[in-house]
């Protein structure tokens, strides 16, 4: 596991701080990183896959195993970030899609239900601070939290349909989660990127923050906002309120890792997915 994880002793018995302190890798091997603030019991998660924090099959594990630290050790809030300064996660990576081994698609599928599943669930009020661009999957982690502040002049947004792929059901509960039906239903079908002045105009995101540091601190301010409540009662109305979504997932998970892996090796995917990548890295050059 690549993450590496400090965590402030207030917050954690010191059998707990045992559990949470693992080795810590190179910091060129880190994928994700936490850190706890000793005083606030908030845990910042920062994705660190450069360039663009491509959820392949590594990040995402590091990331599940993150969440699952953050969760047991009880803290009392996690934000969601990205260490790049202009992308927050550019979604999965195609090149787990394409041409792909099938064991390790199979296993690519699975850990991004788990991560969606551990993230979606959480009984730690959870936040994004979206530092930069969030398309797709990207899109899907942020909006599986309960509260978003992004950074002015980025994109976000569910675009599946424009690269010729349908977003599975839970990508598209998540979203209903947060936003009206019909605003959803057309943004999904048209697979409409927002910017970030359009995202909060439709409840996308909750706030726009000048900085990553500014949007910390509003995702904090929202968990501040719990202090006066109970955080089993609290846990129990979130889990309550999302609790079809997620049941709906468990209940086919299996089916749902094998409509991926049949859609994924349909030829007109797999040509789609080739000059998707082709048109991505002609881009850059
Ligand atoms: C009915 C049954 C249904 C069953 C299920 C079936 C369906 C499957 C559903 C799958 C759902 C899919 C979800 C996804 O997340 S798909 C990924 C979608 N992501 C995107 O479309 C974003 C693509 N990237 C961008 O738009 C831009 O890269 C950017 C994020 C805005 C960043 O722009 P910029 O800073 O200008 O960076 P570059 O474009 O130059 O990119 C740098 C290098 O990174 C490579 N790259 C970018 N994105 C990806 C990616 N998603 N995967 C892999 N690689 C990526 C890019 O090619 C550059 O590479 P290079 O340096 O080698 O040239």
Redesign the pocket.
Known sequence: MQSALIVGKKICSSLLLRNWVRPLSAASDKLTNVEVNDKTGFAKLTMNRP??N??NLDLLRDLHQSIQDIEKNKCRGLILTSASN??FS??????EMYKPDQERLKQFWTALQDVWLALYGSAVPTAAAING?S????CLLAASCEYRVMLPKY?IGL??TQ?G????KW?MSTFRNVLPRRIAEQALTQGKMFTSDEALKIGLVDELAATKEEALLKCEKFFASFAKTDPIARYLTKKQLRHNDIKELLDEKVQ?VE??VL??NQPSVQKGLGLY?ES??K??K
């Open positions: 360039p663009v491509g959820l202009t992308i550019a979604g999965l990576d195609i090149m661009h398309p797709a999957g990207g994109t675009n599946e690269l792929i349908v977003a599975p990508f749902d409509n991926f859609f994924v990548l991505l890295k881009k850059a």
